[in-house]
């Protein structure tokens, strides 16, 4: 099977300006989360998809958004990009879990390393 | 507050000989816990896992790791560490939602630097 791909892997914006991440998860996974890894604060969530629904949210502002396509593809989108945005930013998909079945791990994508100037 | 953490920032430790990454943690209810390596320039690598069952559990790589209630802690071990051992670690707890829905929120812990020299 194929891995977890993200485009692009590098990009450089400036300030002010908006990006758009896109992930593709393996085959068969529905879930797909997101993080973002800096050197300061580590792997931070962001939020997570599931059947096209936001499941659950981490502790960012409103300028961090996502969305979840019908063939589970995820995109992330970051508007009015500040320097702080620097950060590799992680994809990850699972197969669906609920109370039950929460077990199962995450498959990481690459990264997609985000530069602001 | 539910958390992890990676005590040591740095293990050095030469080939052949054990490793221990040590990973403590604070969740309310069973925890589900995790062990994933990341390679430079690379996305993380799933290890091993403990949900419930056996405490010793073994993973990828000849890794394993062991859960201890009593201690709250799930260190990662290797029986002879390999040069090619040395990544960067992290410990995770997966955080379960009371009522709905969200099993996919990860807590990671700051990672822990592994070096195996020669």
């Known amino acids: 099977k194929a891995g977890v791909t993200q485009t692009p892997r590098y990009l450089i914006k400036t300030r002010g300006q908006q990006v758009t991440l896109s992930c593709s998860p393996i085959s068969g996974h529905r879930s797909v989360s997101w993080y973002q890894q800096t050197p300061g604060q580590g792997l931070q969530f962001l939020f997570e998809?599931?059947?096209?629904?936001?499941?659950n949210k981490g502790n960012f502002p409103g300028r961090f958004s996502g969305r979840q396509f019908s063939n589970s593809r995820s995109e992330m989108n970051v508007s009015t990009l500040e320097l702080g945005d620097s950060a590799l930013y992680l994809c990850?998909?699972?197969?669906?879990?609920?109370?039950?079945?929460?077990?199962?791990?995450?498959?990481f994508g690459p990264g997609t390393r985000l530069t602001v100037t | 507050a539910q958390s992890v953490a990676q005590p040591e920032d740095q293990v050095n430790v030469a080939e052949g000989n054990p490793l221990t990454v040590k990973c403590t943690y604070s969740?309310?209810?069973?925890?589900?816990l995790f062990w994933y390596v990341q390679y430079p320039n690379r996305g993380l690598q799933f290890l091993l896992k403990y949900i419930t069952g056996d405490n010793l559990v073994k993973g990828s790589y000849g890794f394993e790791a062991e859960f201890n209630k009593s201690q709250t802690s799930f260190h990662l071990k290797k029986p002879s560490a390999l040069v090619s051992d040395s990544a960067l670690y992290f410990c995770a707890v997966r955080l379960l939602a009371p009522f709905s829905g969200g099993y996919n929120k990860l807590i990671f812990g700051a990672g822990t630097r592994l070096a195996v020299h020669p």
């Open positions: 990850a998909s699972s197969l669906p879990g609920d109370r039950a079945l929460g077990s199962y791990e995450q498959y």
């Open positions: 998809y599931f059947s096209e629904t936001q499941r």
């Open positions: 969740v309310s209810g069973n925890p589900y």
